[in-house]
């Protein structure tokens, strides 16, 4: 069974930093992208950044110069570095594995809190 654990969410003013982590657990393909999404009220998901095995890293435009994403293949953690944190950062946070192969396959953190007030 995969299990997706985050750690790193919480409140912080704009213009602050907050780092997120992700560590994933259990039995999964070596093909893998793993990644950030977020939801904000009243909003469907949305695709914060992903990265590759090979470290190929993918942002949406409103966080790019912004959010670093990273990740250790040997712990198979991924993280992200948010900096300059806006108010419409505000969102909850989830980490995402996807496994590639004859069936692709998402896994799904639980999701982290992050609040940016003005």
């Known amino acids: 069974q995969v299990q997706l654990v985050e750690s790193g969410g919480g409140a912080v003013q704009a213009g602050g930093s907050l780092r997120l982590s992700c560590a994933a657990s259990?039995?999964?393909?070596?093909?893998?992208?793993m990644g950030w999404y977020r939801q904000a009220p009243g909003k469907q998901r949305e695709l914060v950044a992903t990265?590759?095995?090979?470290?190929?890293?993918n942002y949406v435009d409103s966080v790019k110069g912004r959010f670093t994403i990273s990740r250790d293949n040997a712990t198979n953690t991924v993280n992200l570095q948010m900096n300059s944190l806006e108010p419409e950062d505000t969102a909850v946070y989830y980490c995402?594995?996807?496994?590639?192969?004859?069936?692709?396959?998402?896994?799904w953190g639980q999701g982290t809190r992050v609040t940016v007030s003005s």
């Open positions: 990265i590759s095995r090979g470290g190929i890293s």
């Open positions: 995402n594995l996807r496994t590639w192969g004859v069936v692709v396959r998402d896994y």
């Open positions: 259990g039995r999964f393909s070596s093909s893998n992208d």
